[in-house]
């Protein structure tokens, strides 16, 4: 009998894995066209780059002006 209920876990908890992930590929799938997806889309309307964090849409190259500096010895030996 003892053997009996050990297939019947073992073959259950196949069963669950696979209902597992086809749960999970659904859930990540609604996310995915619900939320991401529309917000995807307004920031593309609105030109808006997350990663540049402006609203910039005409510039010609993603580097950024950096300022020139003149460091001195003493900031030199602040540095972590």
Same mark, same amino acid.
């Given at each position: 009998? *003892?053997?009996?209920? *050990?297939?019947?876990?073992?073959?259950? *908890?196949?069963?669950? @894995?696979? &209902?597992?992930?086809?749960?999970?590929?659904? &859930? !990540?799938? !609604?996310?995915?066209?619900?939320? &991401?997806?529309?917000?995807?889309?307004?920031?593309?309307?609105?030109?808006?780059?997350?990663? +540049? @964090? /402006?609203? @910039? /849409? +005409?510039?010609?190259?993603?580097?950024? +002006? !950096?300022? *020139?500096?003149?460091?001195?010895?003493? /900031?030199?030996k602040?540095? /972590?």
């Amino acid at each position: 009998m *003892k053997q009996f209920f *050990k297939n019947i876990w073992e073959k259950w *908890k196949v069963i669950a @894995h696979k &209902i597992g992930q086809f749960n999970t590929k659904v &859930i !990540v799938t !609604v996310i995915y066209f619900l939320m &991401i997806s529309p917000l995807g889309a307004l920031f593309r309307l609105f030109g808006w780059n997350p990663l +540049d @964090h /402006s609203f @910039h /849409s +005409d510039k010609n190259t993603n580097w950024k +002006d !950096v300022q *020139k500096q003149n460091p001195d010895f003493e /900031s030199l030996k602040r540095q /972590s």
